[in-house]
């Protein structure tokens, strides 16, 4: 079939194979461009099929030709119904690091449950024997909690008070002030039980308890912060409650890694286009300045530029691990750099609907959105009639 985009508000409910498969392609190519990086061999990423999951799995396959399992949740293909985009990135993949002589296999389903935990297992059990890195870098609405069956849904609200500022819808490009409510005790439990550190602690009891975890074995979850403009939402917001209870988690699964020589680390990475935080609001206008800022100077990063540096420069470098003074690593640096939040605080003030193509790069917005779903990507022709039924080659 001929596959456009059918945009609804924060998705897109199309995704193209060959744009996908591209998009993995130019990730590979990144690694490869930057040489070998001295990381383990046998890699658990989950939440694997995009963002900065899938920048990890391409970063170890073809940084440090590890072997990689790979846990997501993402929609098949039918007939006359296109996959949802981390299925054809997985598929893409898989592909090339079977053509060059991986193992890659992934499994398809919650994460959360108790069920795919299980699978997993079993996988490592089979295959690899033991695991040297898991990844953790699920992204989701909500989680059915495996031991109680109680459904937690996230919510992106402010804590203590009613937040006012400016946001963009990024396909108009109109600029508008939003309020939006504080969020209840029981919004803010919900959010923390959703994308806190909880899983990640099942899921490493679990790995320990099979005996899975080898000698040393490292895990990273990955965290944001961001700029006083969006903290309010952000990081003093539920999402940020979620993410203060990672960050303490990353020291609770440190210490029981200790006896086996092993660390969990939680790492601050820069703020991107991905499915997950166009959804956030306010955060779009903010990485559209961030954008045109770090373009100028020369120091814009998207995930695969952002994983091979965590790898290469902080994680596997054969030295100590360097952390800020609440033990996370960085990754945000640049963002981060005084002179570029400068330049981004005057131009949120100066940011309206007519201003806003000129000041931020909402252009550079819009195209990484639609890259995430496989379009308007360089050298695909949108106009080919292309199969939307893509099998996944290491799929159990
Ligand atoms: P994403 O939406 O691109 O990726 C989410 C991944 O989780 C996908 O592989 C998806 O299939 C998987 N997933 C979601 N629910 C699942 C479930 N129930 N079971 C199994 N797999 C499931 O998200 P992104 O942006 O890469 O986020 C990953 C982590 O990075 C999150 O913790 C996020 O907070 C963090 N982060 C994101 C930043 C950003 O600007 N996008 C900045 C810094 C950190
Ligand atoms: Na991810």
């Known amino acids: 079939m001929i596959i456009a985009p059918r945009i609804r508000g924060f998705i897109c409910l199309t995704a193209h194979p060959e744009g996908c498969e591209q998009n993995v392609?130019?990730?590979i190519n990144y690694v490869k461009s930057k040489g070998d990086i001295a990381g383990p061999k046998r890699v658990l990423v989950i939440g694997a099929s995009t963002g900065f999951g899938l920048s990890s799995r391409i970063t170890s396959a073809f940084g440090s030709e590890a072997s990689t399992i790979g846990v997501y949740f993402e929609k098949p293909p039918a007939p006359g119904k296109t996959a949802s985009p981390g299925?054809?990135?997985t598929a893409a993949f898989e592909k090339k690091a079977h053509e060059a002589g991986l193992y890659a296999k992934s499994i398809n389903g919650d994460a959360f449950s108790d069920e795919i935990k299980k699978q997993t297992i079993d996988l490592i059990k089979a295959d690899l024997g033991q695991i040297d890195l898991i990844i953790y870098s699920l992204a989701s609405p909500k989680r059915v909690h495996p031991k109680t069956g109680v459904v937690h849904n996230s919510v992106l609200k402010p804590i203590g008070q009613v937040f006012s500022n400016k946001t963009v819808d990024f396909h108009t490009g109109i600029v508008s002030e939003i309020s939006i409510q504080p969020a209840n005790e029981e919004e803010i439990e919900n959010t923390v039980a959703v994308m806190g550190g909880e899983d990640w602690a099942f899921w490493i009891d679990a790995l320990k308890e099979a005996d899975l975890l080898a000698p040393g074995a490292t895990t990273v979850a990955y965290s944001y912060i961001g700029p006083s403009?969006?903290?309010?939402?952000y990081r003093k917001g539920t999402i940020g409650r979620a993410k203060d209870h990672l960050e303490a988690t990353a020291f609770k699964i440190a210490d029981q890694l200790k006896e086996i020589g092993g660390n969990a680390y939680v790492s601050v990475n820069k703020g991107l286009v991905t499915q997950a935080s166009s959804a956030i609001p306010i955060i779009p206008l903010y990485i559209s300045l961030l954008y045109k800022v770090m373009k100028a100077?020369?120091?814009h990063e998207g995930c695969i530029e952002q994983i091979q540096r965590l790898y290469s420069q902080r994680l596997f470098t054969g030295s100590d691990v360097a952390v800020d003074d609440k033990g996370r690593i960085r990754i945000d640096?640049?963002?981060?750099?005084?002179?570029?939040?400068?330049?981004?605080?005057?131009?949120?003030i100066e940011a309206t609907t007519e201003t806003l193509p000129e000041l931020g790069d909402l252009a550079g917005y819009k195209k990484d959105f639609l890259k995430l779903f496989g379009f308007d990507v360089a050298g695909i022709d949108y106009d080919k009639d292309v199969n939307e039924v893509v099998e996944i080659p290491g799929l159990v």
Do not use: F, K
């Open 297 to 299: 100077e020369g120091v």
């Open 87 to 89: 299925w054809y990135n």
């Open 333 to 348: 640096d640049l963002e981060m750099r005084q002179d570029i939040q400068d330049q981004v605080s005057a131009l949120w």
């Open 229 to 233: 403009l969006t903290e309010a939402v």
């Open 25 to 27: 392609v130019n990730q």
